[in-house]
């Protein structure tokens, strides 16, 4: 952890780096001991990527790939991989402006699910806010990340949580219902589709009931199933969906038929109203 925080140090003298936030699975303490170290570069343009690049060889001794912002997508950004001395060190790229505008929007209940590589369900725009509660912050000279880290972590947006147990309830019978349309085809690639769309937003309507930050798909589903919004037996229910989904019109149909009653378990738990 000295070297990661010695990184972010010197990370922080690059132009464009407002802030360096330790983000994932070791900022939340649930990490392995194989697990990357993934260092958010809070920034504002131009950042100086050719510095980045100067620092990231010196860092791994070689050749290292840092790449323009956008290069990973819209949404990922872009950052660089790294290999330092046998451990592995993630630069992941966030716009702050862009974030302060996401939290602004989380503010008034709005979100929007964007395409990106790597995320089946699509990213959500809410989990830039996420990453910000959930991150440690290891530097900031100016004190602004940190700001925004206690807004964030004060109170989670009750006009969010409403949007989001309002989006699962009239998307999920309506994505189960047409998940039947591809039962007489056998189309298992269709329902199985469905069915993931389906367990996803169940899982973001319960983190939002509870008043917890998503940040992406992996290892959601047991995330959802410790909390008190879910039922008991979410994530059981949820991974055997996939487990049993099959290519016959009766496996297929017994399957949707499985998650509709999943969904009717987690959705009763649920406010019907705002507030």
Aim: charged letters at 20%.
């Amino acid at each position: 952890m000295d070297q990661v925080v010695r990184i972010a140090n010197q990370l922080a003298g690059i132009d464009g780096v407002v802030a360096v936030c330790l983000g994932g699975s070791r900022a939340r303490g649930t990490h392995r001991p194989d697990s990357d170290f993934d260092l958010g570069l809070y920034y504002r343009p131009p950042l100086d990527v050719a510095a980045l690049q100067l620092l990231a060889s010196e860092l791994t001794g070689g050749a290292a790939e840092v790449t323009e912002p956008g290069a990973w997508g819209p949404w990922v950004d872009g950052g660089g991989w790294l290999t330092v001395g046998g451990t592995h060190i993630d630069w992941i790229y966030r716009d702050l402006d862009r974030v302060h505008r996401v939290w602004q929007q989380c503010q008034t209940g709005h979100f929007e699910v964007g395409t990106q590589p790597g995320h089946p369900l699509g990213v959500y725009s809410h989990a830039y806010a996420g990453e910000v509660a959930m991150g440690r912050v290891l530097t900031d000279s100016t004190g602004e990340l940190t700001a925004l880290q206690g807004n964030i972590r004060a109170r989670y947006p009750q006009p969010l949580r409403d949007s989001l147990i309002a989006n699962a309830r009239w998307e999920v019978p309506f994505t189960l219902s047409i998940a039947r349309k591809g039962v007489q085809r056998g189309d298992a690639f269709y329902v199985a589709g469905c069915l993931f769309r389906v367990v996803g937003l169940l899982v973001h309507a319960v983190h939002a009931q509870a008043g917890r930050w998503i940040v992406n798909e992996k290892g959601a589903v047991e995330a959802a199933g410790w909390l008190p919004t879910a039922p008991a037996d979410f994530s059981a229910r949820a991974h055997a969906l996939f487990g049993t989904v099959g290519a016959t019109p009766g496996e297929l149909t017994a399957a949707i038929d499985a998650a509709d009653r999943l969904a009717a378990d987690v959705l009763d738990g649920l406010p019907s109203s705002p507030g």
